[in-house]
């Protein structure tokens, strides 16, 4: 994790890390400057005659805030900006003591603890101040720049920013781990599977807890069979798939790019890639949340079914590791260099080629390309989602262009951030199309022709959810006939329906153990709930609490 990431150029540090006889904290965001981490203002001044860095909190906004384990760590890799004989060199980053062995404050270093706080009650955010403190020279973290014994200082990377991004692209891994956090990716600190399991465990088993309404005379429904409830739940269960197979693609980029020897900071579309999936997971996370607490009712208020906490411990997730609104422009900005790059050989040529494929998506939904792509079907979507991005791409470059152009002059800016609406919808339109590719790709890869039958009808529900969301937007720019939108909303309407009694054994695959979920209405035991009511069910969730409610007694 992140902790490896700064912490491990300083060997001995991180041997007493990996044992936890030392903890440590990353300290980058300041009461001042969260998102612009590049204006930062705490001070880190060279001194040649002692050969060591001061490490100084100059005013009030410069006082490093959130810091996670302020209250017990040992070390912080602390982010300040450089500067040697009244020279600043930009951020860089050092390790700093916080505490000794026996946990006494290292001269010169304050911490409070930040206390109550929505969620995550575990973490001891805290803020650290620091009053001239001295730390050894070999303490910078000098990956991207160096100070010799005598003062002078060396980079590869000649400019301030480029080096500043470079040592922000450590952080691309914690990014997608939190990713995994916060869409269910993987097995391990999983939480929107957790609470969709949840939530369909208590729609959907044959002797659910929850009934409501009939045919009259008859008895009552489940309420998974009502069309409000699949409705709601459906479509965030196809995203946490589609989010699961983009998260293992992300992953085995990394995973080679790391084994060939390459540095993150110079792979831009991974960096992209892991910041849009970021911000889109993560928002997902939230509205699927709400949407399971409002599907549980009642119950879904009750702490001991997991829903609140979970809900207060990820709400953090979309501003913490980079602001989503900030990811969504790293998206983007490569996005802009890879269209600039189909120019450098021949303008006239890159403008046909964006043009035809434009086009060329546009007439296969007229009545000339039905018998090409069938309104609906898995090409359509995926050209649909492709061909919206094109458009939003070349739409933003022509808006900025203008904006910067000999005749308006607009500082550049000020034209980006006139036009930040075009640019977020243009990440996550980029986002969008890459969730279902390789949603496609894994359906195709799958050698089970059962599982590969279930998972391609989630995908086909993803794709239609996405082209949903986004029908006006199609009908402004008649991609879609006001008939073939109505023919995107009847496939929603019908996939949901089909999908819900294969929801269950989705979420069972998923393979989380009762003792991580402890939902009272996913029918798992949990002894601090004394009104809970377990109903013998055909839940893979809870085929053993018998077991456990017999153990939760001794």
Known sequence: GI?????????????????????????????????????????????????????????????????????KGHYAAVFAQLIIKGEPHGPHCFIVPIRDQHGVMWPGVTAFDMRHKEGLHGVDNGILIFDHVRIPRENLLDKFGSVSADGKYSSRIRSKGTRFNAMIAALTPTRLALTVQAMAAMKVRVLTTKYLMISISYSALKKALRRQFGPKDQDEVKIIEHQTQYLRLMPHLATSLALTFTVRYAAR?????????????????????????????????????????????????????????????????????GDNMVMLQVVVRELMTQYTKQFEDSIVTGMIRNWSSSASDR?????????????????????????????????LAARLYAKVSVTNKEEFFSAWNSCLHHVTSLALAHIHRVTLEQFALAVQECQVKDDQDLLSKFCLLHGTSLVYQERAWYLEHNYLSPGASRQIRNQLLELCRSVKDDALKVVADFNFPSCCIQAPIAGVVNPRAEWGFYPLSESPVSQSHAQQRAMSKL
């Not at 100059?58 to 384990?69: L, V």
């Not at 050209?383 to 919206?388: F, I, Q, V, W």
């Open 253 to 321: 980029l990394m995973d080679d790019a790391l084994s060939q020897g390459q540095d993150l900071q110079s792979n831009r579309p991974l960096q992209a890639l892991v910041a849009g999936l970021k911000a889109y997971s993560t928002w997902a996370n939230v509205v699927c949340l709400q949407e399971c607490r409002e599907c549980t009712g009642g119950m879904g208020f009750m702490m001991e079914n997991r829903i609140p906490s979970l809900k207060c411990d990820s709400d953090v997730f979309v501003t913490f590791e």
């Open 363 to 395: 007439i296969r939904t007229s009545f000339l390309g039905f018998s090409v792509d069938k309104v609906g079907d898995l090409s359509f979507l995926l050209k649909a989602l492709s061909y919206r991005e094109r458009v939003l791409q070349r739409s």
């Open 3 to 71: 902790y490896y990431v700064f912490f491990s150029p300083l060997f001995y540090l991180y041997i007493n890390l990996q044992n936890l006889a030392f903890t440590g904290m990353f300290a980058l965001t300041e009461r001042g400057h969260g998102s612009n981490a590049r204006g930062i203002l705490t001070e880190a001044h060279y001194e040649p005659a002692t050969q060591e860095f001061i490490i100084h909190t100059p005013c009030e906004d410069a006082q490093k805030m959130y810091i996670g384990n302020a209250m």
